[in-house]
T-cell receptor, first 116, second 115 residues
Framework: AQKVTQAQTEISVVEKEDVTLDCVYE???????LFWYKQPPSGELVFLIR??????QNEISGRYSWNFQKSTSSFNFTITASQVVDSAVYFC?????????????FGKGTKLSVIP | GAGVSQTPSNKVTEKGKYVELRCDPI?????LYWYRQSLGQGPEFLIY????????DSGLPNDRFFAVRPEGSVSTLKIQRTERGDSAVYLC?????????????FGPGTRLTVL
């Protein structure tokens, strides 16, 4: 069965600090997809990134970067020079190719508070 | 273009009542998902539609929950004999499958409170 663990429940950082959100996943499939979503206080889930299991290249998008390591089953998310607008709950999610619906299994989320 | 929309945004009902929650997916998206998010938790899968048919309803908690998508666009999640434990935010997502797990785009959710 697929599982996503986000061990950090809450993190507080001071503005401009870098912060890394951890995500560890479990799956028996060789083909799977990993996602990060942001849920600001308004409540709507905002898509950030999607990676497939065959692409281990790290990705950078502005202040955001993602580190995918199959050897440790991790897909960590780093925010560089954090800003107050980054305050939100961040969810890591997994989708298995074996599940025909490609339903998402989410972690419990990490609440990030960026203090000015 | 417009994103996923859900109505109502909030619904308060009494235990034992029947409720309907509506989802309008992104135009052209053939895949539609319902999830439920309890306080402090990540969303949990309920049901998946590909077109008009419920291709995977394995996440529905019991037979009080039912969903339809009669014309392959708008979907309605129906809950009979509501219980206090049904209180949660119900999220709808849609995607346009091109092979593999395409990105699911979420609506703002319906917050259901059962008194």
């Amino acid at each position: 069965a697929q599982k996503v663990t986000q061990a950090q429940t809450e993190i507080s950082v001071v503005e401009k600090e870098d912060v890394t959100l951890d995500c560890v996943y479990e799956t028996r499939d060789t083909t799977y997809y990993l996602f990060w979503y942001k849920q600001p206080p308004s409540g709507e889930l905002v898509f950030l990134i999607r990676r497939n299991s065959f692409d281990e290249q790290n990705e950078i998008s502005g202040r955001y970067s993602w580190n995918f390591q199959k050897s440790t089953s991790s897909f960590n998310f780093t925010i560089t020079a954090s800003q107050v607008v980054d305050s939100a709950v961040y969810f890591c999610a997994l989708s298995e190719a074996g599940a025909g619906s490609y339903q998402l299994t989410f972690g419990k989320g990490t609440k990030l508070s960026v203090i000015p | 273009g417009a994103g996923v929309s859900q109505t109502p945004s909030n619904k308060v009902t009494e235990k034992g009542k029947y409720v309907e929650l509506r989802c309008d997916p992104i135009s052209g998206h053939t895949a539609l998902y319902w999830y439920r998010q309890s306080l402090g938790q990540g969303p949990e899968f309920l049901i998946y539609f590909q077109g008009t048919g419920a291709a995977d309803d394995s996440g529905l908690p019991n037979d009080r929950f039912f969903a339809v998508r009669p014309e392959g666009s708008v979907s309605t999640l129906k809950i009979q004999r509501t219980e206090r434990g049904d209180s949660a935010v119900y999220l709808c997502a849609s995607s346009s499958p091109t092979g593999g797990a395409d990105t699911q785009y979420f609506g703002p959710g319906t917050r259901l409170t059962v008194l």
